[in-house]
């Protein structure tokens, strides 16, 4: 086998086999969402990590008003609250034990931007411009993990 065919055939292997399964930029994913205990997401069979913010230990808090009753983070709490079924996900990065980050949607809201203003999540650096901006102004008006109203959100639930 000459060096030419051998180019040929892998570029015909990594033509079936291999990028269908990679990442490609403007492919989305549409579907419900799962909220999983640790703030990630279950959609399409895919675990996602919300692209662009980190979330700090806050401790596990349980919701009262479900049966049975359910312990996660405040993040995933809220994330849980927020979400109404579908969202839309833009991958960004595919880790290597298979999840996806992706910056996601319930309608028109970004749900990683929601939790960075909500105080639950803080802007990581690969976080859009407009995440450190939400993360500031949560940090100055005390809220979720930056201070006076953590308690507040136990007592929404």
Known sequence: MNGRNLVIRLAILWATLIAPAALRAGDEIFSYALVRDDATLQVAGRVIRLHGIHIPETGQTCRHRQTPIRCASRAALALDSKIQGFVRCIPQ?????????????????????????QGWAVAGPDAPFDYTVRERIARHQGKGVWGRHVDEFRSIQ
């Open 93 to 117: 990065v595919r880790y290597d034990d298979g999840t996806l980050s992706a910056i996601c949607y319930d309608d028109d809201v970004d749900l990683g931007a929601y939790l960075v203003s």
